[in-house]
C-alpha cells in the first residue's frame, strides 16, 4: 500500500446519482486515504476551493448527466489558474469512449467506468503519486496509456 | 466586529454523533460571517482499521454556496490519525495558525462524542456541547461527564417532540452548581434560537469550575504527543502484536 493522500471526491453539474462516488470514496477509505466527499451538484468554482481549503493532492469527478466534456475541462482550468498545478484530476461515470481523448488532453489523468474494480483505482492512486502528472504537468501521460 | 478578549476564541462544538453539530455550525457562519472571519476545523475519525477515512462536514455548510460569505470562511477537514482521543494534536497548531493569520474565531467541530470524550478542552478555550431530544432520562442530565466542561449547552433538535424536557432536566441538574452554563435552545431546521446562539457564542464566559479539568486535558494531550512522536512508537507496536512482546518491556523502551 502506498502513502496515504488526501482526495476530494466531487460531483459537478446538475446530476443527483452518487452511489458510484460513495462507493468510491469507500473503498479509497478502506485502501487507507483520507476522503473529502463534496455531496451533490457542485460548481466547478466551489470543486477547487474544496481543492485548495483540503490541501488534496487527488480531486475524483463523478457524473452521470452527460455534461463531462463542459465540466471536466473546466475544472482543470480553473485548478490552474488558482495554481494548483500538482493536483492529479481522475474522473468516472458514464464517460463514452469518444469523450476520453479530449478529457485526457485537457489534464484528466485516469477515467473509471462502470466495473472497474476498485483495486484498480487504489493502484492508479498509489502509481500517480509517484509521477509528476500533476493537471498542469506538460507530461501527456495517462492511466490505461 | 471583533470578538472580545474575554471571549474565547477557539471554541469546540460537540456532542453526539448526528444532533446537528455540522449544521449549527452552518447557522452560525451564516450569522457571524462575514463580519467575522471564522474558520471552521471539522474532524471525523480515522478508520482504525486501514488508517484511512472519509471526512463528509463539508456538505452540510451550505453557508459556502453565498458568495458574499465564503470568502470570510475557511474549512479544513481534519481525520483523528493516530491520536488515542477525538482531537488530533494538529488542530492545536492550525488554530493558533489560523487566529495569528487575520481569523477572528476558530470553530473546531468534535467528531460525535460520547459522555467521557472531553479532550476538545484541551484546544479549545470555550465548549459548546450540542443535546438533544430522546436521548435518555432526567438521570442522563446528572451524570457526570462531557457537560460539566460545557461553556454552554445548545438543546438542539426543537422542532422535535421532547426538547422542553429536556432543557427542564439540564436546568433542574445544572443550577445545583454555583455557575451553571447558559443553555439554548434551537432548531438547526427552523431557524430558532440560532441568533441567540450567535450572539452567545461571540461573547461566551469561561465556566472557571472547569479549569483544572481543562488543563488535565492539556497534560494528557501533550504527554500522549510526547509518546506518539516517539521514533520507537510504531516499531514497538509491531513487536507487541507480532512478536509477543510485553507491556511492561514495551514501556521500559519507550522511556530510555
Known amino acids: 500500500m502506498g502513502a496515504r493522500q488526501r482526495i476530494v471526491i466531487a460531483k459537478p453539474g446538475l446530476d443527483g446519482h452518487d452511489r458510484g462516488a460513495k462507493v468510491v470514496a469507500r473503498a479509497l477509505r478502506d485502501g487507507g486515504h483520507e476522503v473529502i466527499y463534496t455531496g451533490l451538484r457542485r460548481t466547478p468554482d466551489q470543486i477547487v476551493r474544496t481543492v485548495m481549503d483540503e490541501d488534496a493532492r487527488f480531486v475524483g469527478l463523478s457524473s452521470l448527466s452527460g455534461a463531462h466534456s463542459h465540466l471536466f475541462p473546466k475544472i482543470c482550468n480553473l485548478l490552474r489558474e488558482s495554481g494548483l498545478n500538482d493536483v492529479i484530476v481522475f474522473g468516472g461515470g458514464i464517460i463514452p469512449e469518444s469523450d476520453r481523448a479530449v478529457l485526457f488532453d485537457a489534464g484528466v489523468r485516469a477515467i473509471f467506468g462502470p466495473g472497474t474494480p476498485s483495486a484498480e483505482i487504489l493502484e492508479f492512486v498509489d502509481f500517480a503519486s509517484t509521477k509528476d502528472c500533476g493537471v498542469g504537468s506538460k507530461d501527456d501521460w495517462h492511466w490505461g496509456d | ?256
Do not use: W
Request: include cysteine.
Open chain 2, 1 to 256: 466586529m471583533k470578538v472580545p478578549d474575554s471571549s474565547g476564541n477557539i471554541i469546540a462544538i460537540t456532542g453526539p454523533p448526528g444532533i446537528g453539530k455540522s449544521c449549527l455550525v452552518d447557522g452560525l457562519l451564516q450569522r457571524l460571517t462575514p463580519a467575522l472571519k471564522v474558520a471552521v476545523l471539522a474532524v471525523d475519525p480515522t478508520s482504525p482499521l486501514s488508517g484511512g477515512a472519509l471526512l463528509g462536514d463539508r456538505i452540510r455548510l451550505s453557508v459556502l454556496d453565498d458568495k458574499t460569505k465564503s470568502d470570510s470562511i475557511y474549512v479544513r477537514s481534519v481525520a483523528t490519525r493516530s491520536s488515542s482521543g477525538s482531537m488530533p494534536s494538529i488542530v492545536q497548531g492550525l488554530a493558533s495558525h489560523l487566529l495569528a493569520n487575520a481569523f477572528d474565531m476558530v470553530l473546531i467541530e468534535t467528531v460525535g462524542a460520547g459522555q467521557s470524550e472531553m479532550r476538545c478542552a484541551a484546544v479549545a478555550n470555550r465548549i459548546i456541547v450540542v443535546e438533544g431530544p430522546a436521548r435518555g432520562d432526567s438521570v442522563q442530565a446528572e451524570k457526570a461527564g462531557l457537560l460539566e466542561l460545557a461553556d454552554l449547552i445548545v438543546v438542539n433538535k426543537a422542532d422535535l417532540e421532547g426538547a422542553d424536557r429536556v432543557i427542564n432536566d439540564l436546568t433542574i441538574s445544572l443550577t445545583i452548581n454555583e455557575d451553571a452554563p447558559p443553555i439554548v435552545k434551537t432548531s438547526a431546521i427552523t431557524g430558532e434560537g440560532l441568533d441567540e446562539l450567535a450572539e452567545k457564542v461571540t461573547n461566551l464566559e469561561e465556566r472557571t469550575s472547569s479549569r483544572r479539568a481543562r488543563c488535565r486535558q492539556k497534560l494528557l494531550m501533550a504527554h500522549e504527543n510526547i509518546l506518539i512522536e516517539n521514533p520507537l512508537f510504531e516499531g514497538i507496536l509491531d513487536r507487541m502484536s507480532q512478536e509477543g512482546l510485553e507491556l511492561v518491556d514495551a514501556l521500559r523502551e519507550l522511556s530510555e
